[in-house]
């Protein structure tokens, strides 16, 4: 009953790094997201795919880019990190509920 | 972008006490939600409501529709040391996408035994 997951769970990248933070889900769901979770924020939309093959920008796309790589998987990368970048980031996916959200990746660019 | 004005942003409260929180948007949403989240876990779903003045319970929990449908709250009673946390509202427009579920920006709760 794995849900989702997501990988790495802490990761730590130099300014100007790359770096793909991937998620699966077993649900057989549609739609996928990938949020970003600041202190005092709460969580903001980076991008989302409503259905296999498409990919559409959430409210903070800026400096991301994502791939729906099948049903299961939707992975999240950051080609030039930069330390405005450090935040913890949940993938989640859902039907017609609310989202199921995986664990979450803690990220520090420094 | 659209935000939601979730409050009180801290409550402190002692181990039995009824604890009430809510969530205002300035925008009509056809669906509310409510998440908990631990720390260093996601957020898992409590309640969901799908209709203006719904009111739903989960156990302990009771959320309500705002028939305005610009508001939901939710109350938790004689809350227990689990239920600390961080709580988050989240609410989706009419005609919005998937991608449209905007989140308060949580109530963080403390509960001394």
């Known amino acids: 009953n794995a849900g989702v997951t997501q990988t790495p769970k802490f990761q730590v990248l130099k300014t100007g790094q790359s770096m793909t933070l991937q998620c699966a889900q077993d649900?057989?769901?549609?739609?996928m997201y990938w949020y970003r979770q600041d202190p005092g924020m709460g969580l903001r939309l980076i991008y989302y795919?409503?259905?296999?093959?498409?990919?559409d920008k959430g409210e903070v796309p800026n400096g991301y880019n994502v791939s729906r790589l099948n049903k299961r998987e939707f992975s999240l990368r950051l080609e030039s990190a930069a330390p405005s970048q450090t935040s913890v980031y949940f993938c989640?996916?859902?039907?017609?509920?609310?989202?199921?959200f995986g664990s979450g990746t803690r990220l520090t660019v420094v | 972008g659209q935000q939601l004005n979730q409050s009180p942003q801290s409550m402190f409260i002692q181990e039995g006490e009824d604890v009430s929180m809510n969530c205002t948007s300035s925008?009509?949403?056809?669906?509310w939600l409510w998440y908990k989240q631990e720390p260093g876990e996601g957020p898992v779903l409590l309640i969901a409501?799908?209709?203006?003045?719904e009111l739903t319970s989960n156990g302990r929990l009771t959320a309500q529709f705002g028939i305005t449908r610009k508001d939901s709250f939710l109350n938790i009673s004689a809350s227990i040391p689990s239920d600390v946390g961080i709580y988050f509202c989240?609410?989706?427009?009419?005609?919005?996408?998937?991608?449209?579920?905007?989140f308060g920006k949580g109530t963080k709760l403390s509960v001394k035994p």
């Open positions: 989640a996916s859902s039907e017609a509920m609310g989202s199921t």
């Open positions: 649900m057989n769901h549609n739609s």
């Open positions: 795919s409503a259905s296999e093959g498409t990919t």
């Open positions: 925008s009509i949403f056809n669906t």
């Open positions: 409501l799908y209709k203006a003045g």
């Open positions: 989240a609410g989706r427009n009419y005609g919005g996408s998937q991608g449209n579920l905007i």
